[in-house]
């Protein structure tokens, strides 16, 4: 495609010079035909017949010449653009503006100057030429060796644009201003994934948690946009997130409240949480095992329900005995798997031919790991 619009151009500039060059031959031409119809104007641009012929046949003599050398002419452009780029791609891209900045400045001060100067007879016409590329290579050479002490002039502006992102975004807090409750008020942000599993709701019954209950209005705008989803799975969990927080607000203890804080140049739900609990000094609630991490490496404090949940299990011992309903056989061979009321599971030697059969069972240990607290056991018998 590129060569076709080459050869294109490069045909039309061949046929416009050839038209040129003849029609100034024109008198030549009726110097030796002295017929008074090559003479005749045709009412076109005040062109006679002698004129127009030399045109068309110049323009067409032309084409044909560029038609033959088009090929030539375009693997040189393209030899040429390769070495430009080439030199282009060993200079940093700072010295690339800089140059062109100087240029710029270089050209607009030779045009000034060379209009003062071209009233002068015979090398007036000449002198703009000569400020031109004498001033232009100036303002590149200069823009280039001084770049550094011209930026640090400048070196003002990114912290104005830095201050004024900083008040707005602190502003934008404000905005969003949550009343204090108290000299030791503390703000317990909800995410998403604690609301849609609604364990908070039974532990803010509790009265374990004090404080003020935090909805960011961006966490709502989540469980909306989850609630309106196509997937039957997903809008039910956003709708089964907003009736929690419906019944945290009815039912609870605590106080709560919506907050139209955002931050619009963070596109993370998660991140904004961390960056408003940074803000305010508060705490996150949240069972989302990444969010816990990066919260903590960016010091806000986060309260994990899934820990909580763990911590308030009950404590079995070795040789303590209970009653297990073997639902699964286990990865093991032999091993049976069961499920204590809270989810905990135990894991039953020799327990997979005994599925759908309520044992007692003798737990022989048990392990604590990041997913939740395992027991082994075997049968009584």
Do not use: W
């Amino acid at each position: 495609m590129l060569d076709r619009v080459l050869r294109f151009f490069i045909i039309l500039l061949f046929a416009v010079a050839g038209a040129a060059l003849l029609n100034m031959a024109t008198p030549l031409l009726t110097s030796f035909i002295s017929t008074e119809i090559l003479q005749t104007e045709m009412g076109i641009f005040k062109l006679t017949l002698a004129g127009l012929m030399s045109i068309l046949f110049g323009a067409v003599l032309g084409a044909a010449m560029g038609g033959l050398l088009s090929a030539f002419f375009i693997r040189r452009l393209k030899g040429f653009a390769v070495f430009v780029e080439a030199q282009l791609n060993k200079v940093p891209t700072h010295d690339v503006i800089a140059g062109a900045i100087g240029l710029f400045i270089g050209l607009i001060i030779a045009n000034l100057l060379g209009y003062a100067f071209s009233k002068i007879p015979v090398v007036g016409e000449y002198i703009p030429v000569v400020f031109s590329i004498v001033l232009g290579y100036l303002g590149i050479h200069i823009m280039i060796k001084k770049r550094t002490e011209l930026t640090a002039q400048f070196d003002f502006i990114p912290k104005f644009m830095k201050e004024l992102s900083k008040g707005r975004e602190n502003r934008t807090v404000q905005k969003a201003a949550v009343p204090e409750t108290g000299d030791n008020n503390l703000y317990k942000l909800l995410d998403t994934s604690v609301i849609i599993d609604g364990r908070i709701a039974d532990i803010c019954d509790t009265g374990f948690l004090e404080g003020t209950l935090l909805i960011p209005v961006f966490v709502l705008e989540e469980l909306q946009h989850i609630a309106d989803s196509a997937d039957a799975l997903k809008r039910a969990r956003g709708r089964r997130g907003l009736d929690i927080l419906q019944k945290i607000r009815q039912e609870s203890r605590m106080k709560v409240k919506i907050t139209e804080a955002d931050f619009e140049d963070i596109p993370e739900v998660d991140s904004k949480l961390v960056q408003l609990a940074q803000q305010l000094g508060g705490k996150i609630i949240t069972n989302d095992f990444n969010l816990n991490k990066v919260a903590q490496l960016r010091g806000v404090e986060v309260l994990n329900i899934n820990a909580l949940s763990n911590a308030v299990k009950p404590v079995v011992i070795p040789g303590e005995t209970m009653q297990a309903t073997i639902v699964k056989s286990g990865k093991e061979a032999g091993q049976g798997v069961a499920y204590l009321e809270d989810g905990t599971m135990i894991v039953v030697e020799n327990g997979s031919r005994h599925i759908g059969e309520t044992l007692e069972v003798e737990v022989t240990s048990a392990l604590q790991t990041a997913a939740g607290r395992m027991i082994f056991a075997k049968p009584c018998n």
